[in-house]
Structure formats: structure tokens, C-alpha cells
């Protein structure tokens, strides 16, 4: 069972990989990082999609039918995460968050950033698929 390290360093070897890190989306913080990240700075880009995906995780909208955030009615979903992933594409990359499914709170998740030209996007969301099941933390 990987952990941080082996987890992020395994989402380097995707195609098109520039940089991946583990975000908490509560407190917005990289709880590790490698490879570039846009602007040059992990911690900001860390932060700027904790954002993204605190307000995606917390909207009902998005959230499978039936899910309860307090645990209440629904016994195997209130311990994974709302939402399995969001994919942010532009005009040169594909940013792609994957939650992880954790034994506290579920308030972490991958991302993953890739060059548009190399990257593989369907091959990355069954990877970190795997990844975020495999994770180990704490």
C-alpha cells in the first residue's frame, strides 16, 4: 500500500504528466507535491483547487442521490467522498481532481496536472482511480 510519496511520484509516470500533488480541500494545503505546477507554485495551485473542489463537494447538485453528508440513512456512502472526480480542461492541459476515500473525514484529493498534447485523460481517471484506492494515510 503506497503512500504520499509513492502515490504522487506513480502519477509522474502518466502520459503528459506535469505535476501532481495530494490537497486537503478543507484547509487548502499540499500535503506533498512534485513536478511544475501552473504559476510556479504548488501551494497556490493547491490552494486555488481546494477551492474548486470544496465548492463542488459541498453542492447538493453534485452529489449522487441519496448521499447524506452526516452519515444519517446511507451507511457505505457517507464514508466516501461526494464526488469521485472533476476534470478542468483548457486550451493546453487537463487538470484532474480525484477525491480519496479516507477512514476520517474524506477531505483530501489528487491532482493531477496534464499537458493537453501528451496526456492520456482517460487513462488518468482509471489510474488515479486505482491510486486513490490504494492510498495509504495516517
Partial sequence: MPGIDECLLEAMRLPGARGAALVDWTSGLALGAVGEFPGGDHEAAAAEAAEVARLT???????????????????QEAAEPPVED?????????????FVPTSFDSSVFLHVWLSRSDGNLALARIRLGEMAGRLVLG
Fill in 57 to 75: 463537494a459541498e453542492q447538493r447538485a453534485f452529489t449522487p442521490e441519496g448521499y447524506d453528508a452526516a452519515g444519517e440513512g446511507v451507511a
Fill in 86 to 98: 472533476l476534470i478542468i480542461s483548457n486550451r493546453d492541459s487537463y487538470h484532474l481532481l480525484r
